[in-house]
């Protein structure tokens, strides 16, 4: 992984000093709230419903034990003794306090991490594929092209004020999409030209939050060395015309809808081919450079197929077996397989870990792996080096965590904004929620039998837990002071994205599990065989059994499908 | 979590809050003028203009609050008690277990 | 009145003119682009001091670029300052246009944004009335190291590693 150098290093420990004056200036008055409130966003911290909330950057997801055991050692000795891991590979402490903040930062620089640019209407932490490196069906490596960009974004003068929030995603697969490039500001696809030249594929202004849009393709191949200027290129278009008179019609999207991709298209090649000899292209040896960082590990040799893993799969204990297939990804390289940790078992909320779990699963990473741990924009955690033949021992190790249920990609395996529970925004709560759901449908065969389904639970508006491209999306919405839920089906991050359908009226907060089963039962009622899934029978049929099953055929005969 | 059908003799009362700026803590402005961390010792204003003009104050006067505002509550029998899901969760604390109870 | 210019506190001798406001007949001025547009031929006959043009930061450079050789300011707007329009504005002056007079932030110009506003080519600062000048000088410092060269382009060391 990529290791700060001196300059590195004293940018976060500046960054941190920084901030303590500003606390310092806004504790003495010297500053307001409001001039204070864009200072600490841009450094992560909000305050939430119950206190301020520090969100600390994992930058594309990739992270060391050593900064696990800090994470572990911030929770202990700051906060309430937990973190909560986002969706944008970040994970966040719920409980901090101002004057105590710029400690935290001090203590994250020690183990080169930060919060910077984790909130803000700035250029946000870089997510990527969180098997970036170790997938097998990579065309490359995708991460040292998120540590360029990680570096460029970085405290980039032009872009500190933008008109909104601006998230960049990075993946490397062909014909899949780990990262949901398409629900960003910018997605960038690593791509081959025709005649097998490396470079880009640039896609532009989608997003969810309350007008979700699928992004469009800006441009079909960029040749690598121009990836910041591009880039530059299409933030200044944004900077300098996306709209700042209405806070919900500032993202890019909006701005790339009103004018239409074609036009925007044209103002950003206008401004690229005007300022790319002013901006920075790579060259090859400073790509290559980067690209040391995250050469593989020397894995010692541990077999040469998969067959171990494909036999640990058929295994005769049950339970070990389903963990193999369902939790565990062939490695690139032969003989190492990625291990899927859930952070949706049955009794606690969904991505949340003690202090005591986050220091047992760093030395499981030391132990099992080369000491690399990933987050999953799923909420999870991944051991991405794990010797096939270890497997059965690291199981056992994950079993006594709490971490080891094998419902990775399942419906329980969902992801879950903080809700009402913590979040200043929210509606209604979706962690008891989520947590109802997880105990109701707690049978792993009945599970397994659903097959690959998403659920993906927003308590507002906002989409952190993107609802919209849930198979089966889940919105809190507020009424009269009381929590309903809005159910929605269809969605998908993945290639195919698209976005979720609500059906009919919300439902109360005793109903909302029945409904999602009610959703199940229908699927299962529905589809054409074994191997049909959730999203593929959804499409196939339409919403109308869904809608019939949930509403009835009044309700249907008074809203007659549009 | 039902907030419909208030018992009789409940009537809506208006009460300023916001969190201490260094702890982050939630308080509610109490009759006396001091911050309290206990609803129950909120100040009640029975007009929301009252409450809304206290916290223009609170809003220049006062530093060590972050973000006030004003929010509608419920009054039985003098006690002051939440009445929507968000005030609740305020009040009470995260309806959901923590991994590490406190 | 006392701004930060090149990151020095000073006494400023520039005037702004308001559009209705009587015209100086000496001394360095700075009007609204709406009057420099209006009165662009009176303005350039004077014969004493300097013009500088005061820039809504929503106006396309095109309206001041072809009389950027006449101008020895230009002050952009910041009608708030988490508005970061005139960010791009000004390293667009000093990129594209290759301007290379005063380019000065006036509005709502506080402390914490002036170390990014330097990087993009501003080089003057009138603080939001209030604020402390000599607090705000400590600002350029505090953060030494950059991975962008910003209005250097070619002087990008962080990013083009150790051959750069």
Known sequence: ?562 | MATNGQPPGTTTVHVVTGNLTCAGTIVYLSADGSWQTALERARAFEREDEAKAELARVRVDEAEITEPYVFAAASRDGRVGPSSAREILRAAGPSTRLRRPD | MRIIRQREIVDDGWVHVATDEALPSSGDVIVPLARWQSEREELLARTTGRLGVRLPNDRPLAEIAADLPRLALVAIEFPKYRDGRGMSLARLLRQRHGFRGEIRAVGNVLRDQMAYLERCGFDAYELTPGKSLESALLAFDEIAVTYQGAIEPRSVSRLRGSAG
């Open chain 1, 1 to 562: 992984m990529y290791r700060y150098d001196d300059d590195d290093k004293r940018l976060v420990r500046e960054r941190a000093e920084q901030f303590r004056g500003q606390v310092e200036r806004r504790i003495a008055g010297e500053i307001t709230e409001e001039e204070f409130k864009p200072l600490r966003l841009q450094n992560g911290l909000y305050l939430q419903l119950h206190a301020y909330m520090l969100r600390i950057a994992i930058p594309y997801g990739l992270f060391s034990s050593g900064q696990m055991r800090q994470l572990a050692h911030i929770a202990r000795t700051w906060d309430r003794g937990y973190g909560h891991f986002t969706t944008r590979q970040n994970i966040q402490f719920n409980w901090s306090k101002l004057d105590e903040v710029p400690d935290i930062l001090d203590a994250l620089a020690e183990v080169e991490m930060h919060a910077i640019q984790t909130s803000g209407n700035c250029i946000r932490n870089i997510t990527t594929d969180h098997l970036g490196g170790v997938a097998r069906d990579e065309l490359e490596d995708p991460r040292p092209w998120c540590e360029l960009t990680r570096q460029w974004s970085t405290f980039h003068p032009e872009f500190a004020h933008l008109p909104r929030k601006f998230k960049i995603a990075f993946t490397a697969t062909p014909g899949l999409d780990r990262a949901a490039i398409k629900l960003h500001d910018i997605g960038v696809r690593l791509v081959q030209s025709a005649d097998g030249d490396p470079g880009f594929e640039i896609w532009v202004g989608g997003g969810m939050g309350r007008t979700p849009i699928i992004g469009a393709c800006i441009r079909e191949f960029l040749p690598r060395r121009h990836l910041l200027s591009y880039l530059e290129a299409i933030l200044r278009v944004y900077n300098l015309n996306g709209r700042r008179d209405n806070i919900f019609r500032a993202r890019i999207k909006i701005l790339v809808s009103s004018l239409g991709i074609e036009r925007f298209r044209e103002l950003v090649e206008e401004e690229w081919a005007a300022s790319r000899e002013d901006a920075m292209e790579f060259r090859d040896d400073e790509i290559a450079r980067m690209q040391s960082f995250f050469a593989p590990p020397a894995y010692p040799a541990a077999g040469s197929s998969d067959e171990l893993l494909l036999s640990y799969r058929q295994a005769e204990d049950l339970e070990f077996a389903r963990f193999a297939r369902n939790n565990v990804v062939l490695h690139k390289q032969p003989g190492y397989s990625a291990v899927v940790l859930s952070l949706k078992s049955f009794d606690a909320p969904a991505g949340d870990l003690s202090d005591t779990q986050m220091d047992s699963i760093a030395n499981l990473a030391d132990r099992f792996g080369f000491g690399e741990i990933r987050a999953t924009h799923n909420q999870d955690l991944v051991l991405p080096d794990v010797r096939t033949s270890d497997l059965p021992e690291l199981w056992r190790e994950l079993q006594t965590l709490d971490v080891a249920t094998a419902n990775a990609g399942r419906l329980t395996d969902l992801i879950c904004c903080p809700g009402l529970d913590f979040c200043n925004l929210a509606n209604a709560r979706s962690l008891p929620l989520a947590q109802e759901i997880r105990q109701r449908f707690d049978d792993l065969d009945y599970l397994d039998d659903l097959g690959p389904l998403s659920l993906k639970i927003s308590g507002c508006i906002n989409a952190c837990g993107h609802h919209h491209v849930g198979n089966i999306g889940i919105l809190g919405i507020d009424k009269k002071g009381e929590e309903f839920y809005q159910l929605m089906l269809g969605g998908s991050a993945d290639d195919d994205a698209s976005l979720g359908r609500v059906l009919g009226p919300a439902f109360s907060r005793d109903v909302i599990v029945g409904a999602v089963d009610r959703v199940l039962q229908t699927y299962l009622g529905l589809r054409e065989s074994d191997d049909e899934t959730f999203i593929e029978a959804y499409r196939r049929v339409g919403e109308a059994p869904f809608r019939d099953a949930l509403y009835g055929q009044v309700l249907y005969a008074n809203h007659p499908p549009a």
